[in-house]
């Protein structure tokens, strides 16, 4: 009820002191004209900038992410804060130059009436709204009129919407849209948990519904998310709740951005999943069930030596990778220890069917350096003690692999792919266990040999684990630079489903059902409510849970790449069933213009060094970017490139000319760019002006 009271007919004094300020407003942007002419409207300068309007709420929480991690510069007012700006006609607009300035391009709001009805900063967000074509997102609020809609109690429905059947309509594949096929399906990830609520409402007149579904009365359908265009204004209505984590936002979070801003903002974003497959060439030791442990691990007792099953690929396996990955159209990346295979080899007789298969195969991969024999490349670990510690010598100083040994594991491995004309960038390197980089709580910072054995290999980007250090950091000073990496939940130590669905209830199963009670020790994990069916426990659960963590990752405009090891396509192929699943919702979900982006390491790299520096300029507000009528100009500080996404047609200015702008994704173009030769600014030529109502 306090949405409807907050949201009901707007008072005659209310459109009488919007109306004059629109006047004013609308007067500030018009030229002069001779005695007896007509001018023309001076075109106002619109900036790329957002305003967002926050009442703490998740709805709001979840589109001010999406700003933020695609690169959107936005402005945040708090609702509740003590002394927060006031909305009014000069917060929102200036002159510059002569020329009106909207401050803002579009403006995002908890629901239609936050300031409550008859408000002055209601009046002025309508008047600024009106006057410069600026349009408005009401992030979560109830189906009624005031929005367009009709209310729920007239043949709509309101509650759960877990696991409803929602369709992206004719109007939203043709609008803001466009990038997906329609079927959209809210998430149900448990029986016993409410997770989505919302209002499914017939659409009024003025309203076009963009994502609809079943009412639940006949064959009526009603809108969960629209535009409602009425006095001028639009607004985009969503009446579904929502955080920024749930599928059904995440996926439709490009639209809101592209409605928002009619197609012409600052920042990208990109689908993103690319996949490490660690230790080829390599056996991986295996789970005991009977243990609870890997034999070889220092904390397994009773399990000293590696065992007499280790799991290793075979060439058989190496042939199904080829062609699942010519089938699916998706390339992953060998991360390799040669010297390990040469160890292998030279313990069985000395030839190696795997080698020779991948080898013969070697351009059908990517390839990355893991060692030669992927030693741990940190402290000298102390294994007398669980957990582990650094060793140290009789002064008490750490004992610290040396630059010498780190450096020649790099080499080696290089010079044999080289050798054998495996195509390696020496840029890109994976160390063992992400090892020689700080490992907490027992090595809390990087190996001091490390640094200079990277430099002397030319190795600029070291992969880090995602789940310990998120983001991209420096590895001393000779200039290499992290590359965070998604672990994936499938185990390098199981060669079956058995294996991996026992070990998987070991760690969590409460201790009252045979677990290892890490679950319950672990504030940020949850037990299983039963141990699950080793024999159909991974199929079931296993593979849906660990394909949705990773879709999230991809739907998240996340660059990071996963990681899992070659024991993963070894024996039973656990891998291939959780990447067909991501693999098929991503292509159930998305048109064909938005395909998913393979980037290897160093690309991965590079696209986090220009996110901290665009990050940097903008919170030190040195960049300036707008559009007047069909150009963008856009300034940022020397050798900062800018993320920019605009509609096809789009060219770039060049000295002499033009050319096309960007590259083609999910209907619009869009790059990271910077300034043509002898030019201070980017600038772009749209192929219309986007127009107010």
Same mark, same amino acid.
């Given at each position: 009820m306090a949405y409807r009271n907050g949201t009901t007919g707007v008072t005659r004094a209310r459109r009488a002191g919007a109306a004059l300020l629109s006047a004013g407003l609308l007067g500030s942007a018009l030229a002069l004209a001779p005695t007896g002419a007509v001018a023309a409207p001076t075109p106002p300068r619109i900036d790329l900038r957002v305003l967002v309007v926050d009442d703490g709420g998740a709805a709001v929480d979840a589109v001010t992410d999406e700003l933020r991690s695609t690169g959107v510069p936005y402005t945040t007012v708090e609702l509740g804060a003590a002394g927060r700006p006031v909305i009014d006609a000069a917060f929102l607009s200036d002159s510059v130059d002569g020329r009106p300035r909207a401050k803002y391009q579009g403006v995002v709001l908890p629901n239609? #009436?936050?300031?409550?009805?008859?408000?002055?900063?209601?009046? #002025?967000?309508?008047?600024?709204?009106?006057?410069?074509?600026?349009r408005q997102v009401n992030a979560y609020t109830w189906a009624h009129p005031g929005v367009g809609l009709d209310y729920t109690n007239q043949d709509g429905y309101a509650g759960s919407l877990d696991g409803v059947d929602a369709t992206v309509t004719a109007a939203g594949r043709a609008g803001p849209f466009g990038y997906l096929d329609g079927p959209l399906e809210f998430e149900d990830n448990s029986d016993t948990?409410?997770?989505?609520?919302? =209002?499914?409402?017939?659409?009024?007149?003025g309203f076009t519904s963009y994502v609809d579904a079943p009412t639940g009365v006949g064959a009526t359908r009603g809108s969960l998310v629209g535009e409602y265009a009425h006095d001028g204004r639009r607004e985009l209505v969503v009446t579904f709740a929502y955080n920024k984590y749930q599928r059904q936002f995440r996926v439709l979070a490009r639209g809101v951005v592209e409605w928002l801003t009619q197609g012409v903002h600052l920042g990208q974003s990109r689908n993103y999943f690319s996949v490490h497959v660690d230790d080829v060439f390599a056996p991986d030791a295996r789970w005991d069930s009977a243990l609870n442990c890997t034999p070889g691990d220092f904390d397994c007792e009773g399990g000293e030596q590696e065992g007499e099953r280790p799991i290793r690929m075979t060439a058989a396996d190496a042939q199904y990778t080829a062609q699942w990955q010519r089938e699916r159209g998706?390339?992953?990346?060998?991360? =390799?220890?040669?010297? @390990?295979?040469?160890?292998?080899k030279a313990e069985h007789g000395g030839t190696d069917a795997l080698t020779a298969r991948l080898v013969a195969d070697r351009s059908q991969y990517r390839w990355i350096n893991h060692t030669y024999t992927h030693p741990f490349l940190g402290c000298t670990q102390d294994n007398t003690v669980v957990p582990w510690k650094c060793a140290t010598d009789a002064t008490g100083k750490t004992l610290w692999m040396s630059r010498a040994e780190i450096a020649k594991q790099i080499s080696d491995n290089h010079k044999w792919a080289v050798a054998r004309g495996i195509g390696v960038d020496r840029t890109e390197l994976v160390t063992g266990e992400h090892s020689g980089l700080r490992t907490t709580p027992q090595q809390p910072v990087d190996n001091p040999n490390l640094a200079p054995a990277l430099?002397?290999?030319?190795?600029?980007?070291?992969?880090?684990? @995602?789940?310990?250090?998120?983001?991209?950091?420096?590895v001393g000073t000779a200039g290499a630079l992290?590359?965070?990496?998604?672990?994936?939940?499938? =185990? =390098?130590?199981v060669g079956t489903a058995a294996e991996m669905t026992d070990e998987y209830n070991w760690i969590y199963s409460s201790r009252a059902d045979g677990g290892s009670g890490a679950c319950e020790d672990n504030p940020a994990s949850t037990c299983l409510p039963a141990p699950l069916d080793t024999a159909t426990g991974y199929g079931s659960y296993i593979v849906p849970q660990e394909a949705r963590t990773a879709l999230g990752h991809v739907i998240a405009n996340d660059p990071r790449p996963h990681y899992v090891h070659q024991s993963n396509l070894a024996e039973e192929r656990l891998l291939y069933p959780v990447l067909d699943k991501v693999l098929a919702d991503y292509r159930g979900l998305f048109a064909d213009n938005t395909p998913v982006v393979n980037p290897r390491q160093r690309d991965v790299g590079v696209e986090f060094t220009r996110r901290a520096a665009w990050d940097k300029a903008l919170a030190a507000g040195k960049v300036t970017a707008y559009r007047i009528g069909d150009t963008v100009t856009v300034k940022a500080p020397s050798g900062v490139v800018a993320p920019v996404t605009a509609p096809e047609g789009t060219r770039k200015q060049l000295l002499l000319g033009t050319s096309v702008f960007g590259s083609p994704y999910a209907g619009q173009r869009s790059a990271w760019t910077g300034p043509e030769a002898l030019r201070s600014a980017v600038t772009l030529k749209l192929p219309t002006a986007p127009t107010a109502p």
């Open positions: 239609e #009436a936050p300031f409550g009805a008859g408000s002055p900063e209601s009046a #002025a967000l309508t008047a600024y709204e009106k006057t410069f074509g600026v948990v409410l997770e989505s609520y919302g =209002y499914v409402a017939r659409p009024r007149e998706f390339l992953l990346d060998m991360v =390799y220890n040669a010297g @390990a295979g040469e160890e292998w430099a002397d290999n030319g190795v600029k980007w070291i992969a880090s684990d @995602a789940s310990r250090e998120p983001q991209q950091r420096a992290t590359v965070p990496r998604h672990p994936m939940n499938v =185990y =390098y130590n």
